[in-house]
């Protein structure tokens, strides 16, 4: 039998932790005095609907919405930073989403299927090795773009607010008390991690899209923007799978890749960032705790 899931996850945001719960969402950000302000809400009615428990169909729809939460907590913890009091919410919020949506299929699913095509008339290959090319191109792009940004000393930052997100989920539910001290020892690794999520992805288009066959450049294009939702569906669902079974050798092997890759994507994070992590995790059960009573 599958055990529970456990439904705590968290994002790296500017300055701040973002934590979502079952019902709550809390954002924990450092203002410019260095104090630590809290932001929390109650979760939208998707994540009281029937379709969050539909297999496949639960991926898509969690991944919009957290999608969503995760451009909100930055547009958030931004705002904080500049002493700005505008929100992005409403139509200028899905437009921005809609542009990083449309520039990333660009560059990790149009852009390789380009190359894969260039490479099948150019280099005479046939259609198995063109794709094949070209998923080998799209892991490419995906691992060089996350160690590129790394570089950037703002991304950096951020990069170790993931890490303490990580650390402070993992003591929580290794049962231990969320003290600095405590969080700290925790693995900063965590088979849930969205950075999994893009890997599976990925390497499922290798997968899927060698199996399509020679294609007209116009139909790739197309085929691989109708096959992202598929992709997603699938990968959420094998991250789902490998993180309650984590226990087992078998799985702990596989996901290997995964955990390799968010070594790219967090860093170690301070004292003063684990505090973020903390009082974001513990500001969402709070408001959990009141919504139920």
């Given at each position: 039998?599958?055990?529970?899931?456990?439904?705590?996850?968290?994002?790296?945001?500017?300055?701040?932790?973002?934590?979502?719960?079952?019902?709550?969402?809390?954002?924990?950000?450092?203002?410019?005095?260095?104090?630590?302000?809290?932001?929390?809400?109650?979760?939208?009615?998707?994540?009281?609907?029937?379709?969050?428990?539909?297999?496949?169909?639960?991926?898509?729809?969690?991944?919009?919405?957290?999608?969503?939460?995760?451009?909100?907590?930055?547009?958030?913890?931004?705002?904080?930073?500049?002493?700005?009091?505008?929100?992005?919410?409403?139509?200028?919020?899905?437009?921005?989403?809609?542009?990083?949506?449309?520039?990333?299929?660009g560059l990790f699913f149009l852009a390789p299927a380009a190359a894969g095509q260039l490479v099948e008339r150019y280099l005479y290959l046939n259609?198995?090795?063109?794709?094949?090319?070209?998923?080998?191109?799209?892991?490419?792009?995906?691992?060089?773009?996350?160690?590129?940004?790394?570089?950037?000393?703002?991304?950096?930052?951020?990069?170790?607010?993931?890490?303490?997100?990580?650390?402070?989920?993992?003591?929580?539910?290794?049962?231990?008390?969320?003290?600095?001290?405590?969080?700290?020892?925790?693995?900063?690794?965590?088979?849930?991690?969205?950075?999994?999520?893009?890997?599976?992805?990925?390497?499922?288009?290798?997968?899927?899209?060698?199996?399509?066959?020679?294609?007209?450049?116009?139909?790739?294009?197309?085929?691989?923007?109708?096959?992202?939702?598929?992709?997603?569906?699938?990968?959420?669902?094998?991250?789902?799978?490998?993180?309650?079974?984590?226990?087992?050798?078998?799985?702990?092997?596989?996901?290997?890749?995964?955990?390799?890759?968010?070594?790219?994507?967090?860093?170690?994070?301070?004292?003063?960032?684990?505090?973020?992590?903390?009082?974001?995790?513990?500001?969402?059960?709070?408001?959990?705790?009141?919504?139920?009573?």
């Amino acid at each position: 039998m599958e055990k529970q899931l456990p439904t705590y996850g968290g994002q790296a945001v500017i300055e701040g932790v973002m934590m979502r719960g079952s019902r709550a969402v809390a954002i924990a950000m450092r203002d410019p005095d260095q104090e630590i302000v809290i932001h929390t809400e109650e979760l939208g009615g998707i994540y009281k609907s029937r379709l969050i428990k539909i297999p496949f169909l639960r991926g898509l729809v969690g991944l919009w919405d957290a999608l969503v939460l995760g451009m909100r907590a930055l547009t958030i913890s931004a705002n904080l930073q500049t002493g700005e009091d505008e929100q992005l919410e409403g139509a200028a919020l899905y437009l921005t989403l809609g542009l990083s949506l449309a520039f990333s299929i660009g560059l990790f699913f149009l852009a390789p299927a380009a190359a894969g095509q260039l490479v099948e008339r150019y280099l005479y290959l046939n259609a198995w090795w063109g794709n094949l090319a070209e998923g080998f191109v799209r892991l490419f792009l995906l691992v060089g773009y996350i160690w590129v940004i790394g570089f950037l000393p703002d991304i950096q930052r951020v990069f170790s607010y993931h890490g303490a997100e990580h650390k402070t989920i993992n003591a929580f539910e290794a049962g231990v008390e969320l003290t600095p001290e405590n969080v700290a020892q925790q693995s900063i690794e965590h088979p849930r991690c969205g950075t999994a999520f893009l890997l599976t992805l990925v390497l499922l288009s290798i997968l899927i899209f060698s199996m399509l066959g020679p294609l007209p450049l116009h139909w790739r294009l197309i085929s691989r923007v109708a096959f992202i939702p598929v992709l997603a569906g699938v990968a959420y669902e094998i991250i789902r799978w490998t993180a309650c079974h984590f226990d087992s050798p078998i799985v702990r092997f596989l996901i290997k890749p995964n955990l390799a890759l968010q070594r790219l994507t967090t860093r170690e994070p301070s004292q003063e960032i684990i505090e973020v992590g903390i009082a974001a995790f513990q500001a969402m059960q709070q408001h959990e705790q009141k919504l139920i009573a």
